[in-house]
T-cell receptor, first 115, second 114 residues
């Protein structure tokens, strides 16, 4: 149980275009989801916390206009990288808080390459 | 604010040898502590977690960790390492502030010698 599905697993896009990444909780309702970014051989950096039905809370230094987060339902959160540039190339991972479990489950990640 | 330190960037052990990965945290109250493992290009898999109670926590794949409040540590151990354990290991601390955020350490890459 408590599975999060993240799509796509990898995407290549041209500079200046936008890319949407989806994170779905398959067998539970995820009130709170988190988006992380991971550079090669580095740790996961929390980008933002998304709560269903409200605006996301972004960490310091993360551009909210560039990384649009929508959490319109209890099973879906999306991250849209707008006007992507090569420096946005990274591994993006979503996570959901598991209700009444004090735990988190993670998606399998999305490798974004901007060319 | 909470923080996590994993002082070892990488560790190499021989297959069958014991393993200990270090983790130190900083948080004002009792933290929620986690260990995750990540294979290349993959998401994270939870090995174990600590919230309260017994300070020695058993996890999956034969791993265990011990919470030591006096040392602000949550070291991960395994008595006998298998080649399949080679991966990146992350320690994380969670805290219930306005949101329930997980903050990760920088990770330790485990290499296993045959």
């Amino acid at each position: 149980g408590a599975v999060v599905s993240q799509h796509p697993s990898w995407v290549i896009c041209k500079s200046g275009t936008s890319v949407k990444i989806e994170c779905r909780s398959l067998d539970f309702q995820a009130t709170t989801m988190f988006w992380y970014r991971q550079f090669p051989k580095q740790s996961l950096m929390l980008m933002a916390t998304s709560n269903e039905g409200s605006k996301a809370t972004y960490e310091q230094g993360v551009e909210k206009d560039k990384f649009l987060i929508n959490h319109a339902s209890l099973t879906l959160s999306t991250l849209t990288v707008t006007s992507a540039h090569p420096e946005d190339s990274s591994f993006y991972i979503c996570s959901a808080e598991i209700p009444a479990n004090y735990g988190y489950t993670f998606g399998s990640g999305t490798r974004l390459t901007v060319v | 604010a909470q923080s996590v330190t994993q002082p070892d960037i990488h560790i190499t052990v021989s297959e069958g040898a014991s393993l200990e990965l270090r983790c130190n945290y900083s948080y004002g109250a009792t933290p929620y502590l986690f260990w995750y493992v990540q294979s290349p290009g993959q998401g994270l898999q939870l090995l174990l977690k600590y919230f309260s109670g017994d300070t020695l926590v058993q996890g999956i794949k034969g791993f265990e960790a011990e919470f030591k409040r006096s040392q602000s540590s949550f070291n991960l151990r395994k008595p006998s390492v298998h080649w399949s354990d080679a991966a990146e290991y992350f320690c994380a601390v969670g805290a219930k502030d306005s949101s329930y955020k997980l903050i990760f350490g920088s990770g330790t890459r485990l290499l296993v010698r045959p």
